[in-house]
Antibody, heavy 119, light 107 residues
């Protein structure tokens, strides 16, 4: 059974850092296209970042230069390092799987982890 | 960037109704469109991909149609568990983007 479990969210001050984790089971993270998608409170969905099976990474303009996506193949885990956090980064962050570049829709999602950026 | 217009933003309906949700693109995206259902406090769930292909396990009362710029999600006979928010997503161009969402509420 495919499962994604996020962790690492919490309250952080503006300018601070946080690292989110997404532990996968039932499939191999490194063989798929793994994304982070966020949802601000009461708002819609926003794609944040993706790491391809080959290791290439891409980011939304809103987080480029501040966030870094990575994975640990030995732990079958996806990460999102978030630096220089801003109030507008407050959201539930979901990790999600896509099966191919040309099929960049998300067939499995984690339960989400809440990041709150506030002083 | 591709602009997406999802409508309506709010839809009031009764159990048993046939409901349709529209997603319109600012440019053609072939059939690179997905639909998701999201319930409060839960992650989105994939309903349809490639505009009209039903994801495994999704009830057949859900259907998708369209190509190019105009797409529709139809629920043929609304059930109590279908009251939720629905999002379209285009994955034709990078970055992938989502519609604003349609909340289906009990009338």
């Amino acid at each position: 059974e495919v499962q994604l479990v996020e962790s690492g969210g919490g309250l952080v001050q503006p300018g601070g850092s946080l690292r989110l984790s997404c532990a996968a089971s039932g499939f191999t993270v490194s063989s798929n296209y793994m994304s982070w998608v966020r949802q601000a409170p009461g708002k819609g969905l926003e794609w944040v970042s993706v790491i391809y099976s080959g290791g290439s990474t891409y980011y939304a303009d809103s987080v480029k230069g501040r966030f870094t996506i990575s994975r640990d193949n030995s732990k079958n885990t996806l990460y999102l390092q978030m630096n220089s956090l801003r109030a507008e980064d407050t959201a539930v962050y979901y990790c999600a799987r896509s099966i191919a570049v040309a099929a960049h829709y998300f067939d499995y999602w984690g339960q989400g982890t809440l990041v709150t950026v506030s002083s | 960037a591709i602009w997406m217009t999802q409508s309506p933003s709010l839809l009031s309906a009764s159990t048993g109704d046939r409901v349709t949700i529209s997603c319109r693109m600012s440019q053609g995206i072939s059939s690179y469109l997905a639909w998701y259902q999201q319930k409060p406090g839960k992650a989105p769930e994939l309903l349809i991909y490639a505009a009209s292909t039903l994801q495994s396990g999704v009830p057949s009362r859900f259907s998708g149609s369209g190509s190019g710029t105009d797409f529709t999600l139809t629920i043929s006979c609304l059930q109590s568990e279908d009251f939720a928010t629905y999002y379209c997503q285009q994955y034709y161009s990078f970055p992938s983007t989502f519609g604003q969402g349609t909340k289906v509420e009990i009338k």
